[in-house]
């Protein structure tokens, strides 16, 4: 089974305060949000869970990132954030990483993908194919091919096919890697938006990407959003009704399964102290490469 690690790979600051992350002193300043990716050590190599934004992000963001969510968002480009850096913090190589797999495009998710020149990329066909092409000016601002040098890498699933897992459909296993990984369509935020199910010692970790983006969304007797965050999940959102159904069945899977499954989401601060144990802004412990060989 997967060794799992958690990294913040670049915060959001957005517009808000208080009204996003619900932690900000006043509305008046922006807000926190993490990018939570898993690094996963599996036998197959290196594993990344979304890449959050890259090297060449942090060098290039007016060539890279739309200025609409650079004004937004304002990302804290820091180098040291990237996934690149933190996994060699790690005591790895990037080229160590064979497998990473999207729970889609969106520039903060995605923006990591050319700085692992060895990695095959997965994510659903139906996700490949609205990025591509870039209909509404929306789009244009999210998906930015700038960032996907990688593209002859990329290995695309059916949305419609697969196996049933844990009462969800269309799961699928995914090719070079073992069934301790899984992708799970969960469609809203973009047409072809996945979770991707983690199995480790302690049970299943589901990460849910933005199928939601509060730890209280999931709440199981009264779910509840930031007002911020509910406006921001409502402009990006490409299918409203598959969106609130698919939180729905995130709910009732919590309902289900309890302790069994932990389920997260990218961008929650709270969700991704508690299983990273240790506060967003900080990174993993630095692990020497020669402990690694």
Not at 47 to 76: A, C, I, K
Not at 156 to 177: E, K, M, P, S
Request: hydrophobic residues 40%; proline residues 5%; neutral net charge.
């Amino acid at each position: 089974m997967p060794r799992i690690h958690h990294l913040n790979c670049i915060c959001a600051c957005p517009l808000g305060g208080r009204l996003m992350d619900g932690r900000a002193p006043t509305v008046f300043q922006r807000g926190t949000l993490c990018c939570h990716c898993l690094l996963l050590e599996t036998s197959e190599g290196l594993t990344l869970v979304d890449t959050g934004y890259g090297l060449g992000d942090v060098r290039e963001p007016q060539r890279r990132l739309s200025s609409f969510f650079l004004w937004l968002m304002s990302p804290d480009l820091r180098e040291e954030m990237t996934a690149a850096r933190q996994i060699e913090r790690l005591g790895f190589r990037r080229e160590d990483v064979r497998h990473i797999v999207l729970t889609h495009l969106d520039f903060d998710h995605a923006g990591g993908l050319d700085d692992f020149p060895r990695a095959a990329v997965h994510l659903l066909r139906s996700e490949r194919e609205a990025a591509e092409a870039q209909h509404t000016w929306l789009d244009r601002q999210r998906y930015r091919p700038a960032q996907w040098a990688s593209r002859p890498r990329w290995q695309v699933y059916d949305a419609a096919q697969g196996d049933t897992w844990q009462g969800l459909q269309c799961v699928r296993a995914l090719r070079g890697l073992t069934d301790d990984v899984l992708l799970v369509p969960l469609a809203g935020h973009t047409l072809g938006h996945a979770g991707v199910a983690v199995r480790s010692g302690e049970g299943w970790m589901l990460m849910a990407g933005d199928a939601y983006f509060h730890h209280r969304e999931m709440d199981l007797e009264d779910p509840w959003c930031t007002p911020g965050l509910r406006m921001y999940q409502t402009m990006m959102e490409k299918d409203r009704k598959a969106r609130l159904a698919n939180q729905g069945r995130l709910r009732a899977l919590k309902a289900q399964a309890g302790a069994a499954i932990d389920i997260l989401s990218a961008h929650d601060p709270l969700e991704f102290e508690r299983v990273a144990g240790r506060a967003m802004y900080t990174l993993p412990e630095a692990v020497p490469a020669v402990q690694r060989t």
